[in-house]
């Protein structure tokens, strides 16, 4: 099994379609470009913090500074699903 628990890719054909409607939050670590283009994506802050190094007091920090000022960062929390 893998660190974070996965041993394989988990396909969008495998959810149902309550879990597809669902709304949930993923945490982005983008480039230092002017695009931000994506480099690594996560389900949860715990994993972001593994793959980077980086705490995870740290990353919410940083989050939360970048909401408050309506600023840039490294990091971003994207919610998926969202009804409009």
Known sequence: ????GCDEQLSIYDLSEDAMNMERDVFVLVDNSIYEFPVCVCDSVEEL????????????????????????????????????
Not at 1 to 4: L, V, Y
């Open 1 to 4: 099994m893998g660190k974070h």
């Open 49 to 84: 913090s593994d793959i980077t190094g980086d705490s995870v007091g740290y990353i919410n920090d940083m989050l939360a500074k970048a909401q408050k000022r309506k600023g840039s960062c490294k990091y971003l929390r994207v919610t998926i699903n969202e009804d409009d």
